[in-house]
């Protein structure tokens, strides 16, 4: 059974890859990016608690992001395997995750970093744009959608920027998440459980490298 963890600044290419596993292992999708903006679009408690971090390009506080990560991890569609998408991004998080993951009884597999530098991010998070309805990322440089102004998946014709992504919440957003980073893959190395890889390569070949590490084990 595949249980990953995605290292990835914000940028690197998470969630695109996520998509091509999920095809083609059939692992449940867990992104905490997704599920607080989930949850700011419900305006649940957690959801109104987190934007107050999320719109200036902070972290929403590890005991919060880890209890969502708990309860979402104690859903029976993970016994297939998961990949956790953003979590965890500080070491105190993955303290957390070290305790959930054995009170579910689900050991890691693999911790996989997509490593890209700091001007692709920036380029990449001010080009993408969002299906209004149902999330789908694209990018004005690199991934329009076939059709212009339809979303490939669900025909929706209304796009949007994410709040975050607007340069003045990038800055911060990039400092925050660096900060963490390095002692985050550190963690997981001492565990022998880290493979970098080269995220500035094109979605295909960043796929197809972490393909090969999944089918390795
Ligand atoms: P989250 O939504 O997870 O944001 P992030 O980590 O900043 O990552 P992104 O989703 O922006 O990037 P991605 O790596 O998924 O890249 P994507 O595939 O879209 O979190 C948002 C916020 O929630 C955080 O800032 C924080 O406040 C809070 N939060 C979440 N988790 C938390 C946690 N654990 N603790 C505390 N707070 C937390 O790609 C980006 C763009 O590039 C797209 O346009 C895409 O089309 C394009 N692209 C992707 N790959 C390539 C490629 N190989 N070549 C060219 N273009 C590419
Ligand atoms: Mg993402
Ligand atoms: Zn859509």
């Not at 880890?66 to 105190?92: C, H, M, S, Y």
């Amino acid at each position: 059974m595949i249980n990953l963890i995605l290292l990835g600044l914000p940028g690197a290419g998470k969630g695109t890859v996520s998509e091509r596993i999920v095809d083609k292992y059939h692992l449940t999708h867990i992104s905490t990016g997704d599920m607080f903006r989930e949850a700011m679009a419900n305006k649940t408690k957690v959801g109104l608690e987190a934007k107050s971090y999320i719109d200036k390009g902070n972290l929403v506080p590890d005991e919060v992001t880890a209890k969502l990560v708990e309860e979402r991890l104690n859903q029976p569609d993970i016994k297939e395997g998961f990949i956790l998408d953003g979590f965890p991004r500080t070491t105190k998080q993955a303290e957390l995750l070290d305790g959930i993951l054995e009170r579910v009884n689900k050991p890691l597999s693999n911790v996989i970093s997509l490593d890209v530098n700091e001007q692709t991010l920036i380029e990449r998070l001010s080009a993408r744009f969002m299906c209004k309805n149902c999330g789908a990322t694209y990018n004005k440089l690199t991934k329009m959608p076939k059709v212009e102004g339809t979303c490939d998946r669900c025909g929706g014709h209304e796009f949007y920027q994410r709040e975050d992504d607007k340069p003045e919440v990038v800055k911060n957003r990039l400092e925050v998440n660096e900060k963490m980073n390095a002692p985050l893959k550190d963690f997981y190395e001492k565990k022998g459980l880290l493979t970098v890889i080269d995220g500035e390569q094109t979605p295909e070949k960043v796929f197809k490298d972490l393909d090969a590490v999944l089918s390795r084990d």
